[in-house]
Structures are given as structure tokens and as C-alpha cells.
């Protein structure tokens, strides 16, 4: 079925007929919407599964895995892009943000796998890339023609001092030692991008953009999904006087520190039109900033994101002081204004957090303990379930230009050599793919993968886990220790403590209950014995 991009008759159609997709799965309270207690999980579509067999991953090869997320137990998943492009971003450069791009199938494929997740109770959440298109797209073609296009100040273009002499210092994202402005002869004037030339940012002072790109929110939405991640949202506003960066900021990409207060209203204008659809729908922005002090705002009083990334724990090194104060800034800085936390230890962007521990599979564990029990939203990252590293990216395979490609190995199946996918992937695939391919280890009770879907059963049916409040209590060296908690604290209706050893020794820890979840497995169902070997973790029920 082609579907017209402007809420065509057809859309309407078939929101009628079918299902109807824009209503709630499962219904959640005001007080708790399913935002707060779910877990996301970020699938990468170009990784994910393959479907057609071309080595790049597919939404038909989503969709045959929604059983693996249904018996994992998520509640959500974000896809990242899947929308027409010429992939210098792989899917970030949009060419048209209202169409799927033929490598990963089309509309009528995507309102297949929505339908479909819906139906296992799995919310949808696709990607918003706000801040910039491709090069390729129509908009900037037209913006590019000439300096009296109508699109011109859709993007942002700046005379500077002529050809050799850029409008400011600002450094772009992806391009060694590369400016965030590029010369356009034919106009001579040079165009802004914060990422790379191919992604020409938007002009969001103008509000023809703004219209534009609510259009293209109101199109998902009519579909039926349930909300964005919405791609760096603090970029998207910019000083109108693009003053020079200064010493630190001017050595690293520009969109790593870029504030203009003009983003917070913008932030609400996407917030009411997704608020005025039925359902809990959500915006998680994509707050790529240097700590949770710059990424608090975001929330605003409530009217902005529902939820901000804060990436903190991927700057964390396997240490428990360093990980503490984290968590003690979080709790410091967004409790109070109600802002709710969100936890991300992998992404399509970053090291895993497996390979960034140093390897070791008793530390991914432990971190997946972090993961769904710390106050917060998790964002778990396709393969962290497998225990999955990086692969190692041999140099004539690199193809990404911000060094990203060890993350987004294809994820691996099953055990027979080609792993589920066609004969030549995308990407190598990461290292024991045979040993941790999703088949095997479903077949294995002590596996990773099994861990994860036993803490994400644990979350679902503790409120304390879930949505109850959380303190720090006192620890040995080396231990991470805290509680969680619902109700009354000093009578709580439910409650946990939860203990993470990161010490080079075991730890005598001074807490008597049941061991609910233990990241060895170890003990589960028993009496904590009130020793925590190094690199585990456990969920004890007091
Ligand atoms: O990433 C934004 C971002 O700031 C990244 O630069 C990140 O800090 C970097 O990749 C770390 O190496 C988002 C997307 O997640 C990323 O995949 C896109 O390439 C980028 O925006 C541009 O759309």
C-alpha cells in the first residue's frame, strides 16, 4: 500500500478499518504513566534482523523477532530511523521523514509491525530528527537553488567573510578536525551543520520549519505510534548572533555544548501536539550534553520532554565512587523539580557497555542489574540482552565516519555460521557470536540473555523496582548499595536493596532477605548469605 506523506484519505482509511492504533495498549494511571515503570528497547534497524536476506537489517525482520521482545518482556521500542536516505549517517540524513526507505521495506510494512507489536502489549517509538535533513532532501534542494528560493531560510545560511572565511569557529560532528559550515559556490554563501555537510541543519526561528516538522509528528502519530526519541533536541535552537565558541568548547563538535534558550519553547510546542493525543504518548529527547546539571531543563516544569537522556553512566568507569556521586547528582538535580531519570548503558553511539568494562561477562551482568533496577526509565540497547561486545571493525570494513561501527554489529540469532542473516552483513559480526546467539542462549537458564528477561520480570512486578523512590545507604568500599522503595518509607508497601559489588575483593554486606535476582545466578530463592564476590550483583527482597 503507498500512503500519500500528508494524512492522506488512505491513513484515514485504515485507521478505521484495522485495529485502532493510536489507542493505549495498556492503560496506564496519570500518576504512573507507562513511560515511568516501562523499559525501552533501542533497536537499530540496519542491525536488528534481516529479513530479505541483502545483509542489512529490515522492519519485516523486526517484526519476526517481536516474539523474542515479547518473551524478553520489554514494553517499548525506539527505532532508530528507517526513513528514506542516502545513509551518510545511516538513516540520520533524511530525505524524506515521512517515507520508508526500500532497503529497510515500506509504509505498509512499518503499520504491519506497529499492528503487530501492539497487539504484545509493545509500544512504538520512532525517531524525530529535527535538527537537520540531508542534503538530499527536496527542502534543501530548493533552499540550495538560490538565495531568493522560498526555502531559503530554511536552513541556515551565512555570508561569513567570503570562501575562505567561515561564519564562525564552530566545529562539526564526524569530520576530523572539520568546520560546521560549508561554502555553497553557486549561492556563495555558506550553510550551517552541526553534524555532516550532508545534514544541513533546519532553520527552527523560522516557523515555517516548526509546521513543517509538527506535520511530520502528526503523521506518525495519526499512524498510531507512541511517541519520539527525538534526535539532539537541544540543537535545534541557536544564538541568532552565532558568536565563536570559546576555549574548552571550541575543540569539540559544536552540538556537544550548543544552549540557546529558544529550544525550551520549541520543546513545548512538540510536547502539546503529542499531549494532545489519546494515550500516554512520549518525548524522549536526545540530550547529548556534558551532564545531568545541562540536561535537567529539559524536563521544564513539566511541559518539555517527558523524558531527557542523560548519558552519565557511559562516561562512568567500573568504579563505585564514580558511580555514586552519578547517581546521588541525578537524584540531587531532577527529584526535585519531578523530573523523572532515565538510564542508558548502550547505544547506537557508544562503546557497548560490555566492551567498555574491559570484556568481562560478569560485569555486563552486574551492569544490567544497574540498568533496570536504578530509579528510572532503562533504554536497553538490542544485544545488551546477549551480553554482546563490539565487534572488531578491521579497517577496510569501517564505514562509519564517526567511528561507530563496533556497536552496531548485527546482532546474532542463531548458532549456524551465517547467524540468521544473509551471507555478507552489513557489519562483522561481534566476537563468540555461535556462543551468544539469541537461540542458544534461550535454550540455557543461566545464560545472559535469561538474566535479563528474570530482572525484567522482577521490575514488572515490584512497584518498588518500578516506580518507587530510591536511597543510597551506606556501603564497603568498592559497593554500590541501595534501596527502593514504595509507600511509607518507614513501612513500605514494597521494597528492595539492591547491591553491586565493583571492588577488586568480596564485600561482607550487612543486609538480611531474599535473593531475588543475583547477576551469577547464584543463591536465587535462598537466604542472602551477606557476601557479594566482586563484579556481581544482586536484588534482595528484605
Ligand atoms: O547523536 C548525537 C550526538 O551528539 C553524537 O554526536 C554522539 O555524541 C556521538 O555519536 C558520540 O560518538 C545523534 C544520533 O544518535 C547519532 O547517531 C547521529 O549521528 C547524530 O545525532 C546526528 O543525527
Given at each position: 500500500m503507498k500512503v500519500d506523506r500528508h494524512h492522506s484519505a488512505e491513513v484515514r482509511a485504515s485507521r478505521t478499518s484495522g485495529?485502532?492504533?493510536?489507542?493505549?495498549?495498556v492503560p496506564s494511571p496519570e500518576s504512573s504513566p507507562w513511560w515511568r515503570s516501562g523499559v525501552v528497547y533501542q533497536i537499530y534497524p540496519r542491525s536488528f534482523a534481516d529479513a530479505d536476506g541483502d545483509g542489512v537489517g529490515d522492519l519485516e525482520g523486526i517484526r519476526q523477532h517481536l516474539d523474542h521482545l515479547a518473551w524478553l518482556g520489554v514494553d517499548a521500542v525506539w527505532l532508530s530511523p528507517f526513513y528514506r536516505s542516502p545513509m551518510a549517517d545511516f538513516g540520520y540524513d533524511v530525505a524524506d521523514f515521512c517515507d520508508v526507505d526500500p532497503l529497510f521495506g515500506d509504509l505498509a510494512g512499518f503499520q504491519r509491525l506497529l499492528e503487530e507489536a501492539h497487539e504484545r502489549s509493545i509500544r512504538v517509538l520512532v525517531d524525530l530528527v529535527p535538527n537537520h535533513s540531508s542534503d538530499q532532501h527536496p527542502w534543501f534542494q530548493e533552499s540550495k537553488r538560490?538565495?531568493?528560493?522560498?526555502?531559503?531560510?530554511?536552513y541556515v545560511w551565512r555570508d561569513g567573510g567570503?570562501?575562505?572565511?567561515?561564519?564562525?569557529?564552530w566545529v562539526g560532528a564526524f569530520i576530523e578536525g572539520g568546520r560546521a559550515w560549508t561554502w555553497d559556490p553557486a549561492t556563495e554563501q555558506w550553510y550551517l551543520h552541526q553534524?555532516?555537510?550532508?545534514q544541513p541543519d533546519l532553520n527552527w526561528a523560522n516557523p515555517e520549519v516548526v509546521e513543517a516538522m509538527h506535520g511530520v509528528m502528526r503523521f506518525w502519530l495519526d499512524l498510531g505510534v507512541d511517541g519520539f526519541r527525538i534526535d539532539v533536541v537541544h540543537c535545534i535552537g541557536r544564538d541568532p548572533d552565532f558568536p565563536d565558541d570559546q576555549p574548552p568548547w571550541d575543540a569539540i563538535p559544536h552540538c556537544a555544548s550548543n544552549e540557546h534558550h529558544s529550544t525550551h519553547a520549541h520543546i513545548r510546542g512538540m510536547r502539546d501536539l503529542v499531549d494532545a493525543y489519546p494515550g500516554d504518548r512520549v518525548i524522549v529527547g536526545e540530550?547529548?550534553?556534558?551532564g545531568t546539571r545541562w540536561v535537567a531543563p529539559y524536563y521544564g516544569d513539566g511541559d518539555e520532554l517527558h523524558l531527557a537522556f542523560n548519558f552519565a553512566a557511559t562516561h562512568a568507569a567500573w568504579d563505585a565512587a564514580a558511580w555514586s556521586t552519578r547517581i546521588q547528582r541525578i537524584e540531587e538535580l531532577l527529584e526535585p523539580q519531578g523530573a523523572w531519570p532515565t538510564w542508558v548503558m548502550s547505544n547506537h553511539d557508544v562503546v557497548r557497555h560490555r566492551t567498555r568494562h574491559g570484556g568481562s561477562e560478569a560485569r555486563a551482568r552486574a551492569t544490567a542489574v544497574a540498568l533496570l533496577t536504578l530509579r528510572g526509565t532503562p533504554f536497553l540497547y538490542a544485544g545488551e540482552e546477549l551480553g554482546l561486545e563490539d565487534a572488531e571493525v578491521p579497517a577496510d570494513r569501517v564505514v562509519d565516519p564517526g567511528g561507530r561501527d563496533g556497536c552496531r554489529a548485527p546482532i546474532p540469532w542463531t548458532a549456524d555460521p551465517d547467524h540468521g542473516w544473509g551471507p555478507e552483513p552489513w557489519l562483522p559480526f561481534p566476537p563468540d557470536a555461535a556462543t551468544l546467539a539469541a537461540d542458544r542462549q534461550r535454550d540455557d537458564p543461566t545464560s545472559v540473555l535469561h538474566l535479563y528477561r528474570r530482572l525484567l520480570a522482577a521490575r514488572r512486578a515490584s512497584t518498588a523496582l518500578s516506580t518507587g523512590d530510591q536511597e543510597r545507604l551506606p556501603a564497603p568500599e568498592g559497593v554500590l548499595l541501595w534501596r527502593r522503595w514504595s509507600g511509607?518509607?518507614?513501612?513500605?508497601a514494597d521494597e528492595r536493596v539492591l547491591a553491586l559489588n565493583m571492588g577488586a575483593s568480596p564485600a561482607s554486606i550487612d543486609v538480611a532477605g531474599l535473593v531475588e535476582v543475583a547477576s551469577d545466578g547464584v543463591g536465587e530463592g535462598q537466604s542472602f548469605r551477606g557476601h557479594l564476590d566482586p563484579d556481581t550483583a544482586v536484588v534482595l527482597r528484605p
Open positions: 485495529p485502532v492504533l493510536g489507542s493505549p495498549v538560490s538565495r531568493d528560493s522560498p526555502k531559503r531560510d530554511w567570503g570562501p575562505d572565511e567561515p561564519p564562525n569557529n553534524f555532516l555537510p550532508e540530550t547529548a550534553l556534558p511509607d518509607p518507614a513501612a513500605p
